[in-house]
C-alpha cells in the first residue's frame, strides 16, 4: 500500500459535553476523491475542520505523508497544501476577482520606491484559471465576486486553491446550494482537479453526485463511520440506506411511489 | 483509476501546467461599467448638492470667498474621515477621533505654548498622543473582541477626562494660547491668499497616501478581505492583528493633526473642541459608498462625501434658509446616499450576471 497523504486514526472531537466524532479512522491517497456522506448534522463539517486546522482533536491522531502533524491555525494546514473551501462563507463579495484571487498573496511589481499592487496580473492569472476549470464567462477580473453564480464561486476557490499548488482540496457541501447544470459544471472541475494528482475531499449528501465523482466513500451517522467502501462495493440504495442511519430507505421510496400511483401520476424516483 | 499504482504515480504533481491555459481575453472598460461603480452615486450626491447650493447661494457661493470656506471645513473633516473610512472599510469604527482632537489641540498649546517647549517638541507630543490613544484603542479591540463601537466610546470618554482634569491641574484653565513661529505657522496652520486653510493642502496629500495604501498596494486587498470576511482573512494570511491596530494608529494620528492644526492657526486651544467631527466624519465616509458594515469603499467616494458635507454645511450660509436647515438636509442626503450605493452595489454585483454577448 502506498502511504497514504493524510490519515486520521481513532480521531474523537467534542465540544465540552457535546461529542461530535467518535473514533473516525481515515485514509487520504493523491489523485482520489473520498466522498464524505452523512445527513443533516452527522459530523462532517467538523471532520474537515479537524482536517484544515480550524479544530483540534480532542484525542486522537493525523498524519500527513507518515509523519504525525498537529495544524496550529488553518494557515498552517494551508502551508502544507491543504486548501479548503467551507460550506459558508470563504469568498468576499464585494471584492474584484482578481483580488479575491490573491488574498493574502499578492502580486506587486516595483515602481520608483514602491510596490505596486500588480492589479493585471492578478486579473489575468485569475481569469486564466477560472477560464481553465472551463468557467468561460467570466472575462474580467474587475469584476465582483458578488456578481458570481454559486457555481462559479465554487470554481474560482478551486481555482484559487489549484494555483497555489494544493496537495489537498476539500469542498463541503460544493454543489448543495446548486442547480443542476451548475452542479454538474462543479463535479466536472472535482473531477478536473483529481486528475492532476490532487486528493479531494468531497462532503456531499447527494448520492448521485458522490458516485459521480467518488473513488472511496466513507459515511458519518451521528459522528462514527458507519461504512467505509470503494467504488463499486454497493450500490446506490445500499448508501441511501446507510445515510439514511440504516432504515430502510426502500421501503419509504415504495411508500412514496404508492401515493403517487394511487394520485395517477408515473412513478418517479425520490432523487 | 482506483489502483495503487495511479495513487503513486501522482503523488507530486501539486501544480498542472500552466501552459495549456485559455488566454485571458483583455478586460473591457466602458462607460456601462464606470456608472456601476458604486461611488458613481457619491460623485451625483456632489454635483447635486453643488447645482443646488450654486443656484440658491448665487454668486457668492461660487466666488473664491465661497469656495474657501467649504474647502476649508472639508479638508479639516477629510484628514480624518480619509482613515476613518479605512476603518470602516475593515469593519471597524472610532469614536475617539472627537476627544483626541481636542486632547491634542491642548497638548500642543501647553508643551508650546504654556511651557515655551519649541514648536516642535509640541507638535511631536500631539502626534505621539493620538498615536498612543490609537495603538490603545486597536489593541483593546484586538485583544477582548469587545467591539470597537464600546471600545472606542470608552476611550472617547477618558481621553475626554484625562484632557480636562491635566489641562486645570497644568494651566488652571480649559484654554491656552499659542504662538507659533514661521515655518510652523505657514506650513500647518496659516491661510494662503488671505482664505485658504493650509490644510487643504495637508488634505490633498493625505488624500494621495491613502489612495496609494488603499488602492494601488497590497495593504489594501488586505483591508478590505479584513472587513470583508474576518475569519477568511485570518486564514489566508493576513496580519488581522496588527493591521488593525496600525487602522487605528493611523486615525489617531489623523484627529491629533487636526487638533494641532486648529491650535496652531487659532492661535489657541480650547478643551471642548471636536465633538462635532464623531458624526461629521462618519457622515462623510457613509455617503462617499463606504459599507457601514465593512468589505467595501473607495478614497474618491469618500472625498466625494466630505465634500458634500462640507457643501451643505457652509452653503446654507450663502442662501437665504435659516442655517437649521442644513442639518435636514443632511439627514435627507445621508439616507439617499445610503439608499443609493445600496442600488450601486448591487448593480455592480449583478454586471456578471447577465448573458454574454
Ligand atoms: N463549535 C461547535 N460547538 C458545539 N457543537 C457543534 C459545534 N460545531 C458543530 N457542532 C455540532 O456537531 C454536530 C455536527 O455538526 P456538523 O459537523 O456541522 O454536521 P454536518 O456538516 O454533517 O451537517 C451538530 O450537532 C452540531 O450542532
Ligand atoms: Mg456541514
Redesign the interface.
Known amino acids: ?2 502511504v497514504p ?1 493524510l490519515k486520521l486514526t481513532n480521531v474523537n472531537k467534542s465540544f465540552g459535553p457535546i461529542d461530535v466524532l467518535h473514533g473516525i479512522s481515515l485514509e487520504i ?4 476523491t473520498l466522498c464524505l456522506l452523512g445527513d443533516n448534522g452527522a459530523g462532517k463539517s467538523t471532520l474537515i475542520k479537524i482536517l484544515s486546522g480550524v479544530h483540534k482533536p480532542t484525542t486522537g491522531a493525523v498524519e500527513m505523508d507518515g509523519a504525525p502533524l498537529a495544524f496550529d ?3 498552517d494546514a ?1 502551508e502544507r ?1 491543504i486548501a479548503t473551501v467551507h460550506q459558508f ?7 474584484s476577482i482578481g ?2 484571487f ?5 502580486p ?1 511589481r516595483r515602481v520608483g520606491p ?4 500588480d492589479r493585471k496580473t492578478a ?3 485569475a ?3 477560472v ?2 476549470l472551463g468557467i ?9 465576486v ?4 454559486g457555481g ?1 464561486r465554487q470554481a474560482l476557490a478551486i481555482a484559487r486553491a ?2 497555489f ?3 489537498v482540496l476539500i469542498l463541503d457541501e460544493p454543489t448543495a446550494a446548486l442547480g443542476v447544470k451548475e452542479a454538474a459544471h462543479v463535479l466536472r472541475i472535482v473531477l478536473q482537479a483529481r486528475q ?3 486528493a479531494v475531499v468531497f462532503i456531499t449528501h447527494n448520492v448521485v453526485h458522490a458516485l459521480t465523482v467518488g ?2 466513500f466513507a459515511v458519518l451517522i451521528r459522528g462514527a463511520k458507519a461504512a467505509d467502501f ?2 463499486g462495493e454497493k450500490s446506490r440504495e445500499e448508501i441511501t440506506d446507510l445515510m439514511a442511519g440504516g432504515e430502510h430507505m426502500a421501503e419509504l421510496e415504495a411508500e412514496i411511489e404508492g401515493f403517487n400511483a394511487a394520485a395517477g401520476q408515473a412513478p418517479e424516483a425520490v432523487r | ?2 489502483s ?1 499504482a ?11 501546467a500552466q501552459d ?6 483583455r ?2 472598460r466602458s462607460l456601462g ?1 464606470l456608472l456601476r461603480r458604486p461611488e458613481t452615486g457619491s460623485l451625483i450626491g456632489l454635483a447635486a448638492v453643488f447645482a443646488f447650493f450654486s443656484f440658491f447661494g448665487g454668486a457668492d457661493f461660487l466666488s473664491a470667498g465661497g469656495f474657501a470656506s467649504w474647502l476649508n471645513v472639508a479638508s479639516e473633516l477629510g484628514i480624518i474621515a480619509l482613515p476613518v473610512g479605512l476603518l470602516m472599510i475593515a469593519g471597524q469604527l472610532d469614536l475617539s477621533i472627537g476627544t483626541i482632537l481636542p486632547a491634542s489641540s491642548m497638548t500642543v498649546a501647553i508643551v508650546s505654548g504654556r511651557f515655551g517647549a519649541p514648536i516642535v517638541v509640541g507638535i511631536l507630543a500631539s502626534l505621539a498622543l493620538g498615536l498612543a490613544v490609537g495603538y490603545l484603542n486597536g489593541a483593546l479591540v484586538v485583544r477582548t473582541k469587545v467591539p470597537s463601537f464600546v471600545v472606542t466610546l470608552a476611550t472617547l470618554f477618558a481621553v475626554a477626562g484625562f484632557t480636562l482634569g491635566l489641562s486645570v491641574i497644568l494651566t488652571g484653565s480649559t484654554s491656552v494660547a499659542l504662538t507659533a513661529p514661521e515655518p510652523a505657522k505657514g506650513l500647518i496652520g496659516d491661510y494662503v491668499g488671505g482664505k485658504f486653510q493650509t490644510s487643504i493642502f495637508w488634505w490633498i496629500g493625505a488624500v494621495v497616501v491613502v489612495e ?1 495604501v488603499l ?4 495593504y ?3 483591508i ?2 479584513l472587513g ?2 474576518p ?8 496580519p488581522v492583528d496588527r493591521l488593525t491596530i496600525a487602522l487605528f494608529m493611523a486615525s489617531g494620528l489623523c484627529a491629533a493633526f487636526v487638533g494641532m492644526e486648529q491650535a496652531i492657526l487659532f492661535n489657541s486651544a480650547q478643551v471642548s473642541a471636536g465633538q462635532s467631527f464623531i458624526f461629521n466624519s462618519i457622515i462623510a465616509v457613509v455617503v462617499g459608498g463606504v ?1 457601514l458594515t465593512g ?2 469603499g473607495t478614497v474618491a467616494g469618500i472625498v466625494f462625501g466630505t465634500m458634500t458635507f462640507a457643501i451643505v454645511n457652509q452653503g446654507i450660509f450663502y442662501t437665504g434658509f435659516d442655517a437649521n436647515w442644513a442639518s435636514a438636509i443632511i439627514g435627507a442626503l445621508l439616507l439617499a446616499a445610503v439608499l443609493m450605493n445600496n442600488t450601486f ?1 448591487n448593480m ?6 447577465r448573458p ?1 454577448a
Do not use: C, Q
Request: hydrophobic share 40%; aromatic share 6%.
Open positions: 500500500m502506498p497523504l491517497f493523491a489523485g482520489e491555525s488553518p494557515r494551508a497544501g462563507g470563504g469568498t468576499f463579495p464585494l471584492m483580488r479575491s490573491f488574498v493574502g498573496a499578492e506587486t514602491l510596490r505596486v499592487f486579473n489575468e492569472t481569469v486564466r484559471a477560464r481553465k468561460t464567462r467570466i472575462d474580467d477580473g474587475d469584476r465582483l458578488g456578481g458570481l453564480s462559479e489549484v494555483h499548488g494544493a496537495k492532476s494528482g490532487i473513488d472511496h470503494r467504488k | 483509476m482506483t495503487d495511479s495513487r503513486a504515480a501522482t503523488t507530486a504533481a501539486p501544480n498542472p495549456a491555459a485559455p488566454p485571458a481575453p478586460a473591457r461599467g496609494f488602492h494601488r498596494s497590497r489594501g486587498n488586505w478590505l478581505a470583508g470576511d475569519v477568511s482573512a485570518r486564514n489566508a494570511g493576513i459599507l468589505g467595501y452595489r455592480a454585483m449583478s454586471v456578471a450576471a454574454k
